[in-house]
């Protein structure tokens, strides 16, 4: 049992190095870690929200409305079509957040209405009897519809938090209809609150090509039906180029128009005509796709409902060669030119875009086809100083818990058996903190009371071997016996304990959430790792121990 | 060097459980007082459970005036508010209910609205039976400025709810259950604007209705799965008896765990159901090491009665118990102490767990051994098995 082969014992040596050197970049200061490699100097473990302070807000969508819209507008259609195909019905009503019911005059027709919903959209489920027909959205166009609408939102949020600019905000979808925005170091929340209650207003204008052909950026004079909007690029230039007056857009109160955000700071704009040719509510969905023929470029796809894809064909039509400006909250984001009359209700976006343009330019576009309303279901905001209180608190706590606990081993074990249960349980420190670094894990305040708690629990495994090192040593065995016993039967019990601690940890974290996720973290890893650091390693040590004084008594 | 002191050798055998009897009478009054307790006083739920709003907040100049606080923030209309002293005096946690999204938030809300929009602002509820939210604005506005102003009170204005034709009133549809959720928000800020003058807000928690009922179902599921969990493995290691009994020992140190939270009023949040969990893992932890030893005992001694043989392996494991309970007992006093006051509820109850559950090992799980009729001969071929290898092993040494 004390016996190990070399490379076992190297093996043990490597492994436990190798935790020290990825848990090293948490201990040493700053000055130190300037002058190591970057990739090294920043694999740390994040502090929590609750150590660094910062603001938590767990968002849900609002999908039932969204729904309840998407068949206000699927009704417009679903009654056109059955106009068109000429069967007489007597009304198409929405019911909220389910399903529409079309009422035939007459049921004889019922095979022909069907025909004429399934001609709007073939994927749509269709049920009722006699003279009513359910319509509704398929279970797996229910689940797309879902997932793009929290896209959408997604997307929304991060541009109104990344507006401010010096923020580091985490975005995440949790679950089917939920959001986890995190902003790091943010002190006042009511403007970020305000952002998230704003949602992305979209509209497709004419430009005014004859206003635009005089080639000037910002023309002293527009016509009255014509207004200026800045573009994109210019936006994004002007941020780059002019910090100061982005921050003067952003906080002015009332907002500046685009107009006159054109007239102030001079990006580059465009002149569009104010008549709306139809709005981001008609738009029914867009997507980063590729051109059918060989060798497709990438290209953004769009449609409408009918009522968008009614009034988008006649602009079309009668605005061949002129550019049609999409804006997106009041900054265009694209202006392609008409080619032809775009007129089955849907449409493609073509140039020399790569795929993560057509990407990037097809969510803005669906960011602002009926955006879902968030609503803040939990919110945790912590002041950086209540952060630093936590931290030195937590600090305090540990230090004073783990010192504790490793005078009780040093005097109930002496100095060499002591010593290498606190040897272990310093290891097992380090490889907790060097699994949360791998892992990318946050240190939150309960996490750190699980480490003061695995502290106090992985030396158990050290005193269950060493009570059982007494009893053998007091049966009469020699020291080796003693010790190669004491490890080997100790065993079943430790394993046993350390499952059952680990069972609870392990729900705990699959159960818990926020903070105490932190805690289940560092609490499992914690029990995980003692099961290396306090009998492999230990083994280890008394085996290069015993080797090295060959004691006739143990001291134990 | 200094020679290792024998902290918990006993040179004595104890008769542990020929107590088992007072010990069965006291746990099962604990246990019933505990239960009790919880029926008729009530867990003090913390917001993470019950929803609702906490604000730690800090007086600028020294100390926290907790009447004159109580007396600013119980007139804003957002319902109960209870205020204490947090850490030190010039710090004050207040606490306010779950918002249940009635007229007093809508009212509420057009007071933050003439604060941050402008005075003409009002604020009137929709019609009855629906959450709906009217907005009316002194004059009128384009639609840019109109979702700025809503957004002001935490709301967002969609396209299709703007102002119709001449009016200046946009209706905003949503569900009661929103309005429940909208209305945290709206009592959140009326506190902040209250108090922000003299105060600094150090944070701010706030649950809604939804979350806090969905983190109490969770939580009353992750005891029970834990529980039933740690039981089949205990089940799977072991005789059936052991199991049980394991299992009733482990519930005994959570219901009187839960009796602690109830005596003491701890606030019962999610880091107290972190302690909860964590020590039906440490009462188990304590009680399959006796129970390990006890299996050992049972191999090598057949013929001894299951009462001394219980007594013996309680004895021969009673200084690890003693010290593993020590060094965790030390290391969760140090929280208590300098954990500060997030984790206080926390580390109180874990400090009574590592003690009930050291109790609870040997007179609870171990005396149930015997109240189950556990035979010493009632062991399973396999176990026999490991037990053939475990004599060979004998006669090697």
Known sequence: ?556 | MWKPVRLFAFKRKFDFLGQRRPALIISTLINIVSIVGVLTIGLNFGIDFKGGIAIQAKAKDGTAELDQLRTIVGNLGVGEVSLQEFGDPSTVLIRVQRQEGDNQCVAGAQRVMQKTAGQGWQVKPGPAGTGDVEFTSPSALDAANWRDAVSRAGLTLQERQLPRGSTNTARIDMSVEQRAEWCQQVAIKLVEDAIGSNYELRGTESVGPKIGDELMRSGIWAVIATMVAIAIYVWVRFEWQFAVGALIAMLHDVISTIGIFVLFQLDFSLTALAAVLTIAGYSINDTVVIFDRVRENMRRYKKMPLLDLLNHSINETLSRTLMTSATVFVAVGALVLFGGPVLHSFSIAMLWGVIVGTYSSVWVACAGLVYLGLRPDQLRPADDKADQGDKAEKAEA
């Not at chain 1, 007489?88 to 049921?107: I, M, S, Y």
């Not at chain 1, 609150?193 to 509209?203: D, E, G």
């Open chain 1, 1 to 556: 049992m004390l016996n190990l082969p070399r490379w076992q014992t190297i093996a043990i040596a490597a492994i436990t190095l190798l935790s020290a050197l990825f848990a090293l970049p948490n201990l040493l200061p700053a000055s130190v870690l300037q002058h190591l490699p970057q990739w090294y100097a920043t694999s740390r473990i994040n502090l929590g929200l609750d150590l660094r302070g910062g603001a938590h807000f767990l968002l849900e969508a609002d999908l039932r409305s969204v729904l309840t819209e998407r068949l206000t507008n699927l009704s417009d259609s679903v009654r056109a079509e059955l106009r068109k195909q000429q069967v007489p019905f007597r009304d198409v009503t929405v019911e909220a957040g389910k399903n529409l019911v079309v009422t035939l005059r007459d049921e004889a027709n019922r095979s022909k209405a069907l025909e004429a919903i399934r001609a709007v959209d073939p994927a749509l489920a269709l049920s009722g009897s006699g003279d009513t027909i359910r319509v509704a959205y398929s279970a797996q166009e229910l689940a797309k519809r879902k997932k793009e609408v929290i896209d959408q939102s997604i997307e929304i949020l991060r541009r109104r938090v990344d507006e401010t600019g010096t923020l580091e905000p985490t975005i995440t979808r949790q679950g089917d209809e939920r959001i986890l925005l995190q902003v790091p170091g943010i002190k006042d929340t009511s403007d970020l609150k305000r952002k998230i209650n704003q949602t992305a207003k979209l509209t497709f204008h004419l430009v005014n090509e004859d206003v635009a052909a005089t080639g000037q950026n910002i023309p002293q004079t527009v016509p009255p039906t014509t207004f200026l909007v800045p573009t994109r690029e210019g936006m994004l230039e002007l941020r780059r180029t002019n910090p100061k007056a982005w921050e003067d857009i952003q906080s002015a109160n009332p907002r500046l128009s685009p107009e006159q955000i054109c007239r102030r700071y001079q990006p580059q704009c465009l002149p569009v005509l104010k008549r709306v040719v139809v709005g981001g509510e008609d738009l029914d969905d867009s997507k980063a796709t590729f051109e059918q023929q060989a060798g497709g470029r990438p290209i953004i796809s769009f449609t409408f409902n009918s009522a968008g894809g009614r009034a988008f064909c006649a602009a079309t039509r009668a605005n061949i060669g002129k550019r049609l400006a999409i804006q997106l909250d009041g900054e265009i984001i694209s202006a392609p030119v008409v080619q032809s009359a775009i007129c089955g209700g849907s449409g493609i976006i073509t140039g020399s875009f790569t795929t993560q343009q057509t990407q990037e330019q097809s969510l803005l576009l669906r960011s602002g086809a009926l955006p879902a309303t968030l609503t803040i279901i939990q919110e945790s905001t912590v002041g950086a100083d209540l952060g630093a209180d936590a931290i030195q608190a937590g600090t305090v706590a540990a230090l004073v818990g783990t010192a504790l606990v490793a005078i009780f081993m040093f005097v109930a074990y002496g100095p060499v058996f002591g010593g290498f249960a606190n040897l272990a349980m310093l290891v097992n420190l380090l490889m907790v903190f060097a699994g949360m670094s791998i892992l990318g894990a946050s240190l939150t305040l309960p996490g750190i009371a699980g480490l003061v708690l695995t502290a106090g629990l992985a030396v158990d495994a050290n005193v269950l071997i060493y009570e059982r090192v007494r009893e053998e040593k007091a049966l009469g065995r020699s020291p080796f016996s003693a010790l190669a016993t004491g490890y080997e039967k100790a065993m079943s019990a430790i394993i046993d304990a350390n499952l059952t601690t680990l069972i609870a940890g392990v729900l705990l974290f699959g159960f818990g959430s926020g903070p105490i996720r932190g805690f289940a973290t560092t609490l499992t890893l914690g029990i995980i790792t003692s099961m290396f650091s306090s009998t492999i390693f230990t083994r280890m040590l008394l085996a290069v121990w015993v080797r090295w004084r060959r004691p006739s008594e143990l001291v134990i």
